[in-house]
């Protein structure tokens, strides 16, 4: 029969690349946690004019990438491409706002993009993303910068660059745009198709266009940072000043203009060189826009989304994946063993040890072969006479010493066990 496989653009994550996973949400939970971002879980799909509405009917993501389709009752559902406006919808509809001061989110998931799969870009990706709704201190954005850096920092990732910019209010935008639209339009026909396109509906995306005769016209156009207006230079300029003192490198990028409308003010991304083409780990910004967009009050808010497959393709690149620590590795053979076997696994378990049971049922000989390359520390051998006894044999897998001990000294003074389990593992 056909083997049926995952679709194009999605993929399974099994061990050991599970592992990186899961040291990134623990670095992530950890970071987030202590900043006082709280988790916020929407669900996968949404109304399509959810993301028509608060993404924009132009951008790339709307017009070519969203999974679409009409559920059974009629309805206009999308796969979420992106996890901004099913938090901030959640923010609206569940009056978190109503709560007073900011609330500072954060979220993980699958995300959908129909995109032409290559590495670093997939069809199902994850992200994690912060908000911080209900702040237009520049600090806010300092903030959710910083802790972006920490999280690749305390991943021990190197090579990365912040790129910065801002995109001013939207006066500050309609006169760029107009500076912008008159130098471009002499070049039209030498700019990409998309771009062509673009020069109406979305100039300011044409900066950020990946095609490189179109780079070339786009470097020398106006800078937006020479249409801000006294205050968007104001904030924009404690951005900065607060990101150096805090010792955060960045480089102005005034093509920056990232792929959302709603964003406003800073924008950034945080690219690494160790990528090739898929090179922006993290992009965010500012977005005092869509929370009135999506019909909540008027709400300033600054916020960021990491691509963790970006994130996993690098932290392989540093070292092999990190295994779990096993304490014991339980072997057994003959009827009433293989049954002691079991009781005295999960008792371990219960006492907080990590224990693999071997249910090959094979010659002890293959058993301990296995024991030798699980990992673990010490073996616990339970053969006829410990069954028959209430014993089991410990050896130490590193030195080979062995002893006979009654199962309940080693279960009632487990505590010390383990002790001599964690000295044992850092002599290893
Ligand atoms: P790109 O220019 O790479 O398409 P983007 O501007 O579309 O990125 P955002 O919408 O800002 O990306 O999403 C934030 C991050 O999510 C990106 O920087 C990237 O790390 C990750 N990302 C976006 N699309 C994909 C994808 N199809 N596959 C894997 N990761 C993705
Ligand atoms: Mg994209």
């Given at each position: 029969m056909a083997i049926i496989q995952a679709l194009r653009g999605t993929k399974d994550i099994c061990a050991p690349e599970i592992a990186y996973w899961q040291r990134i949400e623990a670095v992530v939970r950890d970071c987030l946690g202590r900043a006082t971002f709280q988790e916020i879980r929407t669900p996968i799909f949404e109304q399509t004019n959810l993301f028509e509405r608060g993404?924009?009917?132009?951008?790339?993501?709307v017009?070519?990438?969203?999974?679409?389709?009409?559920?059974?009752?009629?309805?206009q559902i999308t796969l979420r491409p992106e996890g901004t406006a099913g938090a901030v919808r959640a923010y609206i509809e569940n009056k978190l706002f109503a709560q007073g001061g900011v609330q500072r989110l954060w979220y993980t998931g699958p995300m959908f993009r129909y995109e032409r799969p290559q590495a670093g870009r997939q069809r199902q990706f994850h992200q994690v993303g912060v908000e911080v709704l209900g702040s237009a201190d520049a600090r806010a954005d300092v903030?959710?910068?910083?802790?972006?850096?920490?999280?690749l920092q305390k991943l021990g990732l190197k090579n990365l660059s912040l790129q910065l910019n801002s995109v001013g209010n939207g006066e500050d935008r309609q006169k760029y745009r107009a500076a912008l639209v008159e130098y471009l339009t002499p070049f039209k026909a030498d700019l990409d198709q998309d771009s062509q396109d673009r020069l109406e509906r979305n100039p300011l995306r044409i900066l950020d266009s990946k095609d490189k005769k179109t780079q070339a016209i786009a470097k020398e156009a106006p800078s937006i940072l020479d249409y801000l207006s006294d205050g968007s230079k104001k904030h924009f300029d404690q951005v900065q000043t607060s990101l150096t003192a805090l010792g955060v490198e960045y480089h102005l990028n005034p093509c920056l203009v990232r792929g959302l409308d709603y964003y406003t003010h800073t924008a950034?991304?945080?690219?690494?060189?160790?990528?090739?083409?898929?090179?922006?780990?993290?992009?965010?910004?500012?977005?005092?826009g869509l929370v009135a967009e999506l019909g909540g009050p008027d709400t300033p808010a600054v916020g960021w989304a990491i691509g963790l497959e970006r994130l996993v393709i690098l932290l392989q690149q540093l070292a092999a994946a990190p295994v779990n620590e096993l304490d014991f590795y339980v072997v057994s053979r003959g009827e009433k063993a293989e049954a002691a076997s079991v009781i005295l696994a999960h008792k371990l378990r219960f006492a907080g040890c990590s224990v693999e049971l071997d249910l090959s049922g094979s010659a002890f000989g293959k058993q301990f072969k296995r024991a030798d390359r699980s990992g673990a520390i010490a073996c616990l051998v339970i053969g006829d006479n410990e069954a028959e006894n209430n014993q089991v044999q410990l050896k130490w897998l590193q030195t080979k010493d062995q002893q006979i001990l009654a199962q309940s000294e080693l279960l009632g003074n487990i505590d010390q066990w383990r002790q001599k389990i964690n000295q044992a593992r850092n002599q290893a």
């Amino acid at each position: 029969m056909a083997i049926i496989q995952a679709l194009r653009g999605t993929k399974d994550i099994c061990a050991p690349e599970i592992a990186y996973w899961q040291r990134i949400e623990a670095v992530v939970r950890d970071c987030l946690g202590r900043a006082t971002f709280q988790e916020i879980r929407t669900p996968i799909f949404e109304q399509t004019n959810l993301f028509e509405r608060g993404i924009g009917e132009a951008t790339d993501v709307v017009s070519k990438e969203m999974y679409t389709f009409t559920d059974r009752g009629d309805r206009q559902i999308t796969l979420r491409p992106e996890g901004t406006a099913g938090a901030v919808r959640a923010y609206i509809e569940n009056k978190l706002f109503a709560q007073g001061g900011v609330q500072r989110l954060w979220y993980t998931g699958p995300m959908f993009r129909y995109e032409r799969p290559q590495a670093g870009r997939q069809r199902q990706f994850h992200q994690v993303g912060v908000e911080v709704l209900g702040s237009a201190d520049a600090r806010a954005d300092v903030e959710v910068i910083a802790i972006a850096t920490e999280i690749l920092q305390k991943l021990g990732l190197k090579n990365l660059s912040l790129q910065l910019n801002s995109v001013g209010n939207g006066e500050d935008r309609q006169k760029y745009r107009a500076a912008l639209v008159e130098y471009l339009t002499p070049f039209k026909a030498d700019l990409d198709q998309d771009s062509q396109d673009r020069l109406e509906r979305n100039p300011l995306r044409i900066l950020d266009s990946k095609d490189k005769k179109t780079q070339a016209i786009a470097k020398e156009a106006p800078s937006i940072l020479d249409y801000l207006s006294d205050g968007s230079k104001k904030h924009f300029d404690q951005v900065q000043t607060s990101l150096t003192a805090l010792g955060v490198e960045y480089h102005l990028n005034p093509c920056l203009v990232r792929g959302l409308d709603y964003y406003t003010h800073t924008a950034f991304e945080i690219q690494s060189s160790d990528l090739g083409a898929q090179a922006t780990v993290c992009g965010g910004g500012r977005y005092d826009g869509l929370v009135a967009e999506l019909g909540g009050p008027d709400t300033p808010a600054v916020g960021w989304a990491i691509g963790l497959e970006r994130l996993v393709i690098l932290l392989q690149q540093l070292a092999a994946a990190p295994v779990n620590e096993l304490d014991f590795y339980v072997v057994s053979r003959g009827e009433k063993a293989e049954a002691a076997s079991v009781i005295l696994a999960h008792k371990l378990r219960f006492a907080g040890c990590s224990v693999e049971l071997d249910l090959s049922g094979s010659a002890f000989g293959k058993q301990f072969k296995r024991a030798d390359r699980s990992g673990a520390i010490a073996c616990l051998v339970i053969g006829d006479n410990e069954a028959e006894n209430n014993q089991v044999q410990l050896k130490w897998l590193q030195t080979k010493d062995q002893q006979i001990l009654a199962q309940s000294e080693l279960l009632g003074n487990i505590d010390q066990w383990r002790q001599k389990i964690n000295q044992a593992r850092n002599q290893a």
